[in-house]
């Protein structure tokens, strides 16, 4: 399986942008970047993902490396609810039978 | 906004008790989920089903077993719960069209004495 990885945590302020690193060197062509975020006590919640492109939502932006090696994702502005265990996961295998596997994540604490 | 409903929130009970765990998902998704997470810790995908009277077992084993007689509910037993199975199990749904995205319900805490 590709494996992903992450640094442990990162700390923000409010109403600044931040960018969330991952590595993927293993990745193979098929595979989709999806990111996650977790808040306290909370399941896992659906932030982005992309193959090759650039995308953009409401949520976040995410940026694939040309190589597709590593991604950032990005929050624009960061707010105090943006604080949760953001996860950077790629799909396996495709069609009907993809499945994620979810690595730690990282830690965002986002200060006033 | 997650259509998908676990119940109950919090369990706390006797080892040797058998439990269910209730997860219902009125998205009409048919393949649905269920991961064990420690805290602090990552989640381990242990079931998983495409649909109707599909069940597979996930990346880690677990003594507990699913069934999927209807498509919107996915319960999750363990028929004589033990002190190692404290944990948090979370439930989740997707359309099998592949890469879509999962849809989590707020998840079961499970202390068992």
Known sequence: DAKTTQPNSMESNEEEPVHLPCNHSTISGTDYIHWYRQLPSQGPEYVIHGLTSNVNNRMASLAIAEDRKSSTLILHRATLRDAAVYYCILSYSGGSNYKLTFGKGTLLTVNP | ?113
Not at chain 2, 82 to 110: D, I, M
Request: with cysteine; charged share 20%; hydrophobic share 25%.
């Open chain 2, 1 to 113: 906004e997650a259509d998908i409903y676990q119940t109950p929130r919090y369990l706390v009970i006797g080892t040797g008790k058998k439990i269910t765990l209730e997860c219902s998902q009125t998205m009409g998704h048919d393949k649905m989920y269920w991961y064990q997470q420690d805290p602090g810790m990552e989640l381990h995908l242990i079931h998983y089903s495409y649909g109707v009277n599909s069940t597979e077992k996930g990346d880690l084993s677990s003594e507990s077993t699913v069934s999927r007689i209807r498509t919107e509910h996915f319960p999750l037993t363990l028929e004589s719960a033990r002190p190692s199975h404290t944990s948090q199990y979370l439930c989740a749904s997707s359309e099998v069209t592949g890469n879509e995205k999962l849809f989590f319900g707020s998840g079961t805490q499970l202390s068992v004495l």
